[in-house]
């Protein structure tokens, strides 16, 4: 499998690193001029450079790095999944268990209901047709109530 990988993000990259390099200066700027009245713009200097450089590094790392954080997120989801399989079966497992049995329940009430008597009809308990209440003997299939 070869990816042309885009040049895009190696640019991104550069400047991630180029950014962290202001970054560092602006920082030892703020540390050297700290303090040191007579050289108040390295101070400032240091803080715009720093503040710059680190938001900018951050940036451009985020986006640069992109298909490395995509891979690597994959990768991460994919190892949990592993990792986490057989409990995921466990619970999908149960969960069909559960279902499994409210619908027969579901489909029991429903028996029940369509079975219930209005006092001058029965459905026969053998093929489940409608027939007289007082029959002994299924119209339809013969058998005995
Ligand atoms: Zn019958």
């Given amino acids: 499998m ?8 190696l640019i991104l990259k550069i400047l991630a690193v180029v950014f962290l390099c202001v970054a560092i200066v602006g920082i030892v700027f703020v540390i050297t001029g700290f303090g040191d009245f007579e050289n108040e713009w390295k101070f400032i200097l240091g803080g715009i450079l720093s503040g710059v450089g680190v938001f900018l590094t951050f940036t451009f790392a985020v986006i640069g790095f992109y298909p490395e954080i995509a891979k690597l997120s994959v990768r991460m989801t994919k190892h949990i999944q592993d990792e986490t399989k057989a409990e995921m079966t466990d619970i999908a497992t149960t969960q069909a268990e559960i279902q499994s049995d409210a619908i027969k329940t579901m489909a029991s009430a429903a028996r029940e209901g369509f079975n219930e008597s209005d006092g001058e009809t029965k459905f026969c308990k053998h093929c489940g047709e409608k027939i007289d209440e007082d029959s ?9 109530q």
């Fill in 2 to 9: 070869s990816k042309k990988k885009p040049v895009l993000f």
């Fill in 136 to 144: 002994r003997f299924c119209k339809v299939c013969g058998k005995e």
